[in-house]
């Protein structure tokens, strides 16, 4: 079994939770607990522009703790090998909780509590709905960490809402991603 250190702590692989603009995500265990282990990655985006990445990691989860988000606690961080071990939240995404017929009402009315606490602090988060876990209580966690300055058209309103449903863009996209 393949395994990955943190800061010399090694974390043994379980299986690929996800791949995203700045990281793979690994469900790993040690000491018979659960963790992310997330291994930043450098591959091209033609979307989005990064600069140091495991520092902005570093930079958006103080950012967000400030601002009172529920997401993991980020619990290590190896700079040098670019790598995070961050608490595992058990439970399934919006996305696939949106392909299943299971979405509930509150967890959009979770996800706008959030933004309430986002706006006024000039900042949004990335509401694609692989970036959201309902725990086994029913609560919504944003699992990654990316956040940027504020603007409307990048909103929960404007552009996360369109990927909560199975609306066009979000069947789109699951066709896109087969």
């Given at each position: 079994?393949?395994k990955?250190?943190v800061n010399?702590?090694e974390?043994?692989?379980?299986k690929?939770?996800g791949?995203?603009?700045g ?13 992310v282990?997330?291994?930043?990655h450098?591959e091209?985006c ?6 140091n990445k ?5 930079d958006d ?6 601002i009172g988000?529920k997401?993991p606690?980020m619990?290590?961080?190896d700079v040098?090998?670019?790598r995070i ?13 949106v392909l299943e ?5 509150d967890y959009i ?7 309430k606490l986002?706006?006024?602090?000039n900042t949004n ?5 692989t ?14 960490y990316?956040?940027?300055?504020y ?5 929960f309103?404007n ?10 863009d ?9």
């Open positions: 079994m393949e990955l250190s010399g702590t974390y043994e692989i379980k690929l939770l791949k995203g603009k990281g793979y995500s690994y469900l790993a265990e040690k000491d018979g607990k659960q963790y282990v997330k291994q930043i450098h091209p033609s979307y989005y522009q990064f600069g495991i520092q902005s990691e570093i989860y103080k950012r967000l703790s400030a988000i997401m606690a619990l290590e961080v040098d090998n670019e071990a961050k608490e595992f939240i058990d439970g399934e995404t919006i996305y696939d909780l017929d299971k979405m509930q009402s009315d979770q996800v706008k509590a959030m933004c986002l706006y006024p602090a988060i990335d509401y694609f709905p970036n959201f876990v309902v725990n086994n209580n029913g609560e919504i966690f944003y699992i990654d990316e956040c940027n300055d603007m409307e058209e990048w909103n309103e552009w996360g809402i369109k990927y909560w449903s199975k609306t066009p979000f069947l789109k996209y699951v066709d896109e991603h087969k």
